[in-house]
């Protein structure tokens, strides 16, 4: 008993690091209540599988956000080219530029789909307003070629692309306020399918959005990238992340329970003179 009473705190981080390590070495299903919102992320994203329509996806996170939102684009795109949409990426965020390019060309490796055909990434401009006006009318106006720098007009995938209008959804990922900016100089003059990702602690803010319409869908941090992984049946790092989060305060709720328990029967015994 008096081993139970000066457990080393060593063993209690040890259990922790365990509980949180172990699910990113498993596929664990966590239980949980998909949101109205991430649900209407998804259908969109069905929706243009069954009109065969392309769709624009704003790459928007760094290293910061990366944990959270890097997640989200993975289930995103496994969704769309498992349905064989046509996406089309670019980004804002000059930190980011690597990090959207390797996304995209790792999920389209995964489904076999080939750059300039099945997907392209325009890169990154710092014409955030500008880019997002011009492409209400002719996005070629900000980027007149791609990442690999090859003419817009040479990639079989853009010949009949030119703005909103030819994308049945618009999404971004975003760890900033640049989804705001969708709505100002996008949604609000070209009136778009718009549904945006973002990290949990800035949900909030858009929340508004979704109740006057010009955001259709909105997916908040880990949690959202784990409902939409529970939507597509393609668990990966959102799922385990929220399943490493669960089992990492589980254990810390068991550790806590315990030591009351042991604490009320220290303070007993003391009481009868037993220790």
Not at 56 to 76: H, N, Q, R, V
Request: hydrophobic share 45%; with cysteine; proline share 3%.
């Amino acid at each position: 008993m008096k081993k139970l009473f000066n457990l080393d705190r060593r063993v209690v981080y040890l259990c922790l690091f365990i509980a949180i390590i172990l699910p990113f070495f498993m596929k664990p299903v966590v239980k949980m209540t998909t949101t109205e919102w991430v649900q209407k992320s998804y259908d969109l994203v069905e929706e243009a599988a069954v009109k065969q329509k392309p769709i624009l996806i704003g790459l928007d996170y760094d290293p910061a956000t990366m944990a959270e939102l890097k997640p989200m684009a993975a289930a995103i795109l496994r969704h769309a080219f498992s349905r064989n949409v046509k996406v089309v990426g670019m980004t804002f965020i000059t930190t980011g530029t690597s990090l959207a390019a390797g996304i995209l060309d790792q999920v389209a490796k995964e489904y076999g789909k080939v750059y300039g055909e099945d997907y392209v990434f325009l890169g990154f401009t710092t014409q955030l307003n500008q880019a997002l006006l011009n492409f209400g009318d002719n996005f070629r106006k900000t980027y007149p070629k791609d990442f690999k720098n090859t003419n817009v007009d040479e990639i079989p995938l853009l010949k009949n692309i030119r703005n909103y209008n030819d994308f049945h959804l618009v999404i971004d990922l975003s760890g900033t306020k640049i989804p705001g900016y969708f709505i100002v100089y996008g949604v609000d003059k070209y009136n778009f399918n718009y549904v945006a990702g973002v990290t949990a602690v800035s949900a909030t803010e858009y929340f508004p959005y979704l109740q006057s319409g010009q955001m259709k869908g909105l997916m908040a941090g880990m949690k959202g990238a784990a409902e939409y992984e529970g939507l597509a049946n393609k668990i990966d790092a959102g799922m385990r992340g929220m399943a490493s989060q669960s089992w990492g305060h589980l254990t810390i709720i068991f550790f806590i329970i315990i030591g009351n328990i042991l604490y009320y029967m220290k303070r007993r015994f003391e009481g009868r003179g037993s220790l």
